[in-house]
């Protein structure tokens, strides 16, 4: 599920339910009611439609733990409006269609998705579960996700990937994006909210909630029948400290602590290094599915964990200089995305998109110098933007950074506190750009090697 929109970024749609046509708010607004109206719906034309676009797109009629909500139908991720917050992302600017349906499969109850890191330990084999999780790219596995793979998924489907100038973002907004996408999917066909905890924001009010919500959760974990029951927290990292026998990892907003040994860690912040550097690790955020078995004196123990590396604005970056360009894109007061390509290195994609243009305008980051294959891939990609007439800004990291043109007329102004931003209406540019639906959908020559 997605409410779109909070944020004020996305327009609410007119959808149809039965025979009444309302704005996808005023469906929300009022639960009770909202579950009388699509329960009908559902027991007398089984789906509803979003009239973003014209032929409308059916929408499925959905209820997950007693809350009624409208989701995408299976399959249709471009038949909506740009602006329609049931809209998917485009097919060209994102490593998903390097997956086989097994991997991901949508379907009316929800999104199947299977990845390549087991959840149970079987106690009398000791199999270590997370250490075989890691495959780059190569299409080495089209089948299943890694774990990075999957935090990029539910990052991209929360449309956490998107920067909205003027919109600035929180945790809170984050949380509660990721764990409508986690409610409406499986992990094969166990629901991912019983194996997946998003660690919520901390607020004194909720807290004791909070605490309890989580109790619950670990109470699944653990030993049992000689197996052992391993599970996801998603959360971001805040540091990691020495002990006698390797680490203890904190998260924001998470107050168990994760220990973890020294190699596991050691192999980890190799795996994931652009994460981890002294830029990043200053400037940026490291946001992590932490995979955590329970030892029998209660204590958390990292089995292993995909990370990703993201602005303070969560928006996820590759590397240091794209640090450097999403900030400059933000400072620019630009709205855009970043394609992710879940971990599969064969897929190219451009490192962001500026969507505040019509047609959009893309940017590539030009990191390595004086590799020959890198420089050959590099020319393929400058012709392929050249013979299409596409706007492309390019920066060549061994020269300064180029000038991001800045948007100038926003209506939403800095004067928003974080939390006035995420429940803002307004959002909408209204300069002469805009994004709008003529956007093209662009398919990057996919040849190798990738950059
Ligand atoms: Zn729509």
Request: proline content about 4%; glycine content about 8%.
């Amino acid at each position: 599920m997605h409410f779109g929109t909070t944020d004020g970024s996305n327009t609410s749609p007119n959808v149809r339910v039965g025979n009444r046509s309302m704005s996808l708010d005023d469906l929300y607004r009022d639960r009770a009611r909202c579950a009388r109206i699509l329960a009908s719906a559902r027991a007398e034309d089984g789906h509803a439609w979003c009239e973003c676009n014209c032929p409308q797109s059916k929408l499925v009629i959905r209820c997950r733990q007693g809350v009624w909500h409208l989701a995408r139908w299976p399959g249709d991720r471009i038949g909506h409006a740009a602006n329609c917050p049931f809209r998917g992302i485009d097919p060209g600017l994102t490593g998903r269609a390097a997956f086989s349906e097994s991997a991901i499969q949508e379907s009316r109850d929800g999104v199947h998705l299977r990845i390549a890191t087991s959840l149970t330990t079987d106690l009398g084999t000791r199999s270590k579960p997370g250490l075989g999780d890691h495959h780059r790219g190569g299409g080495s596995n089209r089948h299943r996700l890694t774990l990075l793979g999957l935090l990029e998924y539910l990052w991209e489907e929360s449309r956490l990937n998107e920067y909205r100038s003027g919109s600035r973002l929180w945790w809170g907004r984050c949380h509660h994006a990721l764990v409508s996408q986690v409610e409406n999917s499986f992990l094969g066909d166990q629901p991912l909210s019983e194996v997946m905890y998003v660690v919520p924001p901390f607020r004194k009010e909720s807290a004791a909630n909070n605490e309890a919500t989580w109790n619950a959760f670990a109470a699944g974990l653990g030993s049992k029948n000689r197996r052992s029951r391993l599970g996801i927290v998603l959360g971001e990292f805040k540091d990691a400290a020495a002990t006698s026998r390797g680490y203890r990892i904190r998260l924001r907003n998470f107050r168990k602590p994760i220990f973890v040994t020294r190699k596991l860690w050691d192999t980890l912040t190799m795996r994931f290094q652009s994460a981890f550097t002294s830029q990043m690790t200053a400037q940026g955020r490291q946001v992590g599915l932490w995979v955590v078995d329970k030892a029998t004196r209660g204590y958390l123990r990292l089995s292993t964990a995909g990370i990703m590396a993201t602005t303070q604005s969560w928006i996820p970056v590759d590397s240091g200089y794209e640090l450097t360009m999403a900030n400059a894109l933000a400072d620019a007061n630009r709205s855009f995305l970043k394609p992710l390509r879940y971990q599969h290195c064969d897929v190219v994609l451009p490192d962001f998109v500026i969507t505040d243009t019509n047609p959009r305008t893309y940017i590539e980051v030009w990191g390595i110098v004086g590799r020959e294959s890198y420089e050959r891939r590099k020319q393929e990609k400058q012709d392929y933007y050249k013979q299409r007439g596409l706007q492309l800004i390019e920066w060549n990291v061994s020269e300064s950074i180029p000038e991001v043109p800045r948007l100038l007329s926003c209506r939403v102004s800095s004067r928003l506190s974080t939390e006035d931003a995420v429940t803002s209406s307004s959002g909408q540019f209204v300069a002469g750009l805009s994004s709008s639906d003529s956007h093209g959908n662009e398919q990057f020559p996919q040849a190798t090697p990738a950059l």
